[in-house]
């Protein structure tokens, strides 16, 4: 769960992240299950399928992962999208709280409370942070995309 609700989730920061998935999503042949709604998106990413739903009165987007497997990748490239437009469209000034699901107690923690715990499934490696610096590094969406992949 990305919460922006400390500050506020702008129109058009769901859209283009759904953008950016679909586009990653083609790149690697998986828009066969695409279904875009308003504020809900359906779709295959990194070899599992997600769903994405925006929350305005909460000022919250959510990603919910189907397969495990995949949930540690999948917070990785959302955390990097999410960034991207930060950095390319809202000038740095969007400002949120990232949560994930404790798989045991089906609580969320705090990002930074999993990482440290190393909560499966989302923190199997260091992935997270290389994405963070590849993405400082290249700017353009194709490199952008092709250091998501």
């Not at 919460?3 to 083609?26: A, I, T, W």
């Not at 359906?42 to 990603?63: C, D, P, R």
């Not at 809202?90 to 705090?110: P, Q, R």
Request: aromatic share 8%.
């Amino acid at each position: 769960v990305y919460d922006f609700s400390s500050g506020f989730l702008p129109n058009g920061v769901f859209q283009r992240l759904l953008c950016l998935c679909v586009e990653l999503s083609s790149r690697s042949g998986g828009n066969t299950n695409l279904k875009l709604y308003e504020n809900f998106a359906s779709m295959e990413l990194e070899k599992g399928v997600i769903h994405l739903f925006e929350k305005k009165e909460s000022q919250t987007i959510s990603v919910y992962v189907e397969d495990d497997s995949s949930a540690g990748k999948v917070l990785t490239v959302i955390q990097s999208m999410l960034l991207k437009v930060n950095h390319d469209v809202m000038g740095a000034g969007l400002i949120s709280e990232t949560y994930v699901e404790n798989a045991v107690t089906k609580e969320l923690v705090s990002l930074s409370e999993a990482q440290q715990q190393m909560l499966s499934p989302w923190f199997h490696s260091e992935n997270q942070q290389e994405t963070e610096k590849t993405y400082t590094q290249k700017s353009d969406l194709d490199s952008f995309l092709e250091s998501l992949s």
